[in-house]
């Protein structure tokens, strides 16, 4: 592994209200906003919050695999989606989402853990390039 990659591992929380949760971190425990998407009724759908490092992804349980608040993923940073994938499928290890480039830039696959929790793997590769009427705070 290169000694100068330090990979990041960012939790993805489903709650019943982004904008209420987002508004505790950064009022009640000093995090700070990084950014959000707005959804179709005003209300965040998803926002990241960051502090001294440590960032947090919230996101309201909309997704097409029925994540549900409460619910959690994981995201691990690694340095080559495609060489890793190649690598857990030659492992013989199911794959959930095969690798894709996201409009926010990151390549990412997932897998589901014994536990039932996903695990997505994932690195910047592009700009971001929102798709028409997705609003950005």
Excluded: C
Aim: proline residues 7%.
């Amino acid at each position: 592994m290169n000694a100068k990659f330090t990979p990041a591992v960012i939790p993805l929380r489903y709650v019943p209200s982004v904008d209420a949760v987002r508004q505790y971190y950064i009022d009640s425990l000093g995090f700070e906003h990084m950014m959000g998407v707005v959804g179709k009724d005003g209300q965040l759908d998803f926002s990241i919050v960051t502090r001294t490092g440590a960032m947090l992804m919230l996101a309201r349980p909309q997704t097409p695999d029925g994540a549900t608040a409460g619910a959690l993923e994981i995201y691990v940073e690694v340095t080559d989606v495609d060489a890793y994938h190649a690598e857990l499928a030659g492992r013989g290890v199911a794959i959930a989402n095969a690798p894709e480039t996201q409009w926010w830039g990151d390549r990412n696959f997932s897998v589901v853990d014994p536990a039932g929790h996903k695990i997505w793997f994932w690195k910047t590769v592009a700009e971001v390039q929102p798709p028409p009427g997705v609003t950005l705070i």
